[in-house]
C-alpha cells in the first residue's frame, strides 16, 4: 500500500483517537497563564543563580556567508561566518551573556537546546519573546543549571537547516574526568546553497500536499539516492520503523565538513576520548560508530546513564546528544555518522593513532557498520544520582502525533501549533507526557526547559529532552515541574515542527 493510500486510512483513525486523547487530573479548568515575564520566573532563576556567579560573555552575529564544505562552496547562514559556529564552554553555575545580533534578511532568535534556563530566554518567538529583527538584537542572560553537552539554533522558521548551530558544553567542575581528551562531532543534513534551500524545502513541501511515497510512487521511483537536493521522499529503516525522512539531502556533513574533505583529531593509542555527539540535522538521523571500536555511553543528553557496555553504534534522532568513551587502538580509525535509512553519503571525523593516520572509511567498513548492533534510548537507564524518586504522576497528558494532512500538516492532538493554548500543569506536579505516534514516521520529541526520564520496561529509562517515538508506539515521559513558564514541547524533525506539529507545556496558577 501506499504511503498516500496508508495516510488517507489514518486520517479517520487520528479523528477517533483526537476524541479520545484526554488529559487527566489537575488543572483543566485552568488558572492564569505564567508567562515568560512573571515574578515566578525571575524567582526561579535567582534560586539557581549564586551571589557570586562568574559571567561568561559571548557575541553571536547571525551573518549571512559563504561557506567551504570540502571543496563544495556554499552560500548560507551562520552564526559568526563559521560552519558549525564556534563553541561555548562554560561550567555548570557560572552566567552565560550573549549579545544576538542578527544580520540576516529574516527575524530570528536563539533557543539553548536541553537547558532548564529561565522561562524568557528560551528564545521562542511568540511564546517566550518577541523575534529579533533584521538589524536587531536582544542579550540573553540566564544561569546555566546543568552540565552536559548542549547546542543552540534559531527557533524561527526552517533557519535550523541552515548553518545556524553550535555546540553548548557545560563542564561540571566537581567532576573527575575519566577520560584523556574530548571530541566534540555535531552531525548535519545538508542542501542549503545547492540549488535550494530550506524555505523552498518547505514550500515545495505543502504544494505537493502529502510526501511522496518513496519507491511505491511510480512517478517518482528513485527517490533518495540521486535525487535532487531537497527532493521530497526518502527511503525506509528498520531501526527508525518506517520512513527515514521527508527530504533528501546531497551531503552529510561532520563539523562542517563533507567525507572527502574531513576534518581530524590527532589522539595516541590507548588515550580515552570522550565523544560529545550532536545531531544538528533537519530531518535525519544519524547511526553513529567507529569501526572496530567499542563505545562506552555515559550521558543522553548530558543527563549520566547506567553503562550499558561497549556498543557498537548509537542512534541519534534530530536534537539528540549522547557522549560515549572510545579508546584510541593502534590504527587510525575514521568515526562515520551514517545517516540512518537514506541513501545519501556518510560524514566522518578521522581520528589518528599517533603516526597511524586514519583513512577514509571503505566500503566494507561501512556496510559492517551499518548491519552493527546499534544502541537505541531502550538500551540506557539514568545513572542512580539523576534517577527520578519514584512518584505517582499529578497530571498526565496525551499528546497524538499525526500527519502529513493533505497541505503537509503535522499535528498534536489533530490541531496544529497555536502559541495561545497549551496542556496546562503546575509547579509542584510530577508530569506525565505520553507521545502516541499515530503516524508512519518517526518524531524526535523535544521538551523546552526541563529533562525528563523515559520511562522504559521497568519504569526507569534514561533522563533525556529529546526522545524518539517510532511509527505506530506510544513513549512516556515523566518530570518534575519546577521550573515555571511557558515551554515548547514539539518534534525536532524541522520540517515537521514547522508545519504544525508543536505545542505548549503551559505552567498555570
Ligand atoms: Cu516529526
Known sequence: MSRRGFLALGAGATAAVGLAACSSGGNSSSGAKIGPTSPLVAQAEQARRAGNANVQSVTLDAVLSEVDLGGVQVKTWTFGDSLPGREIRVKRGEVLHALLTNRLPQPTSIHWHGLALRNDMDGVPDVTQAAVAPEGNFTYEFAVPDAGTYWFHPHVGVQLDRGLYAPLIVEDPEAGANYDSELVIVLDDWLDGTGTDPDAVLDNLRKNGMVMGGATDSAMPEMGHGAMPGMTGVGKSNVLGGDAGDVSYPYMLANGRIASAPTSFEGRAGQRIRLRLINAGGDTAFRVGVPGVAMHVTHTDGFPVVAPGGVDSVLLGMGERIDAII????????????????????????????????????????????????????????????????????????LTLAGPGEKYDWTINGRPFDPQSGLPIQQGQRVRLRFVNDSDMFHPMHLHGHTFQVRGANGKGPRKDTVIVLPRETVEVDFDANNPGQWLTHCHNIYHGEAGMMTVVSYVE
Do not use: C
Not at 548491519?371 to 531502550?378: D, F, R
Open 327 to 398: 579508546t584510541v587502538p593502534e590504527q587510525g580509525v575514521p568515526v562515520l555518522a551514517i545517516p540512518e535509512g537514506k541513501e545519501a553519503p556518510y560524514a566522518q571525523v578521522l581520528l589518528h593513532s599517533g603516526a597511524s593516520r586514519a583513512g577514509t572509511a571503505n566500503d566494507a567498513a561501512v556496510a559492517q557498520l551499518k548491519m552493527s548492533g546499534i544502541a537505541t534510548v531502550a538500551d540506557f537507564t539514568a545513572a542512580p544520582g539523576v534517577t527520578l524518586p519514584d512518584k505517582k504522576p499529578d497530571v498526565t497528558h496525551d
